[in-house]
T-cell receptor, first 113, second 113 residues
């Protein structure tokens, strides 16, 4: 199984600012995913990040608001731009595996004031 | 659009009880179904993965079944323990291996000593 770390683990941010979340995997993976878990809600996929290509965004999510980088096979970043209180959520990255399950990072807890 | 439902949202049982957690999905053309566990303040841990061609999977005290035609899955936990207290989420994949997961909101389980 893959070991995934995320930074920061939590943050409190002011409205209008941006936060970049990092996701690091201990092995090379093809696909990385970014999810959002709003309070009391299920996980929702934001985008899929493949190395060497632009991220693929799900309906309702746009690159200007959630720019993603994928510089290599073990690392990705998600930026939450121009934040508002509605962006307060847990943000999780996950990776694919040969076993076809997805492994998840511990999440980044974001509170926007 | 695939929708995944988990009812009830919360469940409290005494230690030692056998219990069943339910999951239903609207589009039966799934590729696989996964059950995850989420502990407070932590990420997701994969428990069981069932391929669309399979009927059940077992791991220790856990058994997951899949009835694709009726759009249902159950997670059976035998001889529950306080350490089983967590939120259990089911998720389905439509398109293929390591593709987008659609999650239910989860069932928060509390096992009382």
């Amino acid at each position: 199984s893959a070991v995934i770390s995320q930074k920061p683990s939590r943050d409190i941010c002011q409205r209008g600012t941006s936060l970049t979340i990092q996701c690091q995997v201990d092995s090379q993976v093809t696909m990385m995913f970014w999810y959002r878990q709003q309070p009391g809600q299920s996980l929702t996929l934001i985008a899929t990040a493949n190395q060497g290509s632009e991220a693929t965004y799900e309906s309702g999510f746009v690159i200007d608001k959630f720019p993603i980088s994928r510089p290599n096979l073990t690392f990705s970043t998600l930026t939450v731009s121009n934040m508002s209180p509605e962006d307060s959520s847990i943000y999780l990255c996950s990776v694919d595996s040969p076993e076809e399950t997805q492994y998840f990072g511990p999440g980044t807890r974001l509170l926007v004031l | 659009k695939q929708e995944v439902t988990q009812i009830p949202a919360a469940l409290s049982v005494p230690e030692g009880e056998n219990l069943v957690l339910n999951c239903s999905f609207t589009d039966s053309a799934i590729y696989n179904l996964q059950w995850f566990r989420q502990d407070p303040g932590k990420g997701l841990t994969s428990l069981l993965l069932i391929q669309s061609s399979q009927r059940e999977q077992t791991s220790g005290r856990l058994n997951a079944s899949l009835d694709k035609s009726s759009g249902r899955s159950t997670l059976y936990i035998a001889a529950s323990q306080p350490g089983d207290s967590a939120t259990y989420l089911c998720a389905v994949s439509l398109r293929g291996a390591n593709s987008k997961l659609t999650f239910g909101k989860g069932i928060t389980l509390s096992v009382r000593p």
